[in-house]
């Protein structure tokens, strides 16, 4: 994935990642990855002030149903993207095509079966990815 990301970013793609996730850990995986923390799009925990769990910030829109979407039209918007490649392995990842103009369906963790019959393109490790690259 490092490598995928790297390669993606000498092309002068931008790469954001956009997870049901919590912040906090998508973020430590963005700076992993040489993502910015302002292309991460993930749920954010919420504490009292005493510490204490509070929740979760339902502003957020990945915190909903169909919020992976809203981030990606909203990408869309503001650098006027022509076309955004969804990569995932999750049924939200995929419902997030359309606005998304295309769909990656990944199985390299886990494979969902819904995921892996429905993709146009089913992956299972990031090269074969690097591969389509480097034609």
């Not at 906090?24 to 990855?33: P, T």
């Not at 504490?47 to 981030?71: C, I, L, M, W």
């Amino acid at each position: 994935l490092r490598e995928l990301v790297s390669r993606l970013h000498q092309r002068g793609v931008q790469v954001f990642l956009v997870s049901g996730g919590f912040q906090s850990i998508v973020e430590h995986v963005a700076l992993q990855l040489n993502i910015p923390t302002a292309n991460v799009f993930a749920n954010r925990l919420k504490f009292y002030f005493n510490g204490e769990y509070a929740g979760f910030d339902e502003t957020q829109p990945t915190a909903e149903s169909g919020g992976k979407g809203r981030v990606i039209t909203h990408l869309k918007e503001q650098f006027h993207f022509k076309k955004v490649v969804m990569i995932g392995d999750g049924a939200t990842d995929m419902e997030a095509c359309p606005p998304g103009d295309c769909f990656i369906g990944f199985g390299g963790n886990v494979v969902r079966k819904q995921v892996k019959e429905k993709a146009k393109w089913y992956i299972t490790h990031f090269d074969e990815l690097l591969k389509e690259l480097e034609e």
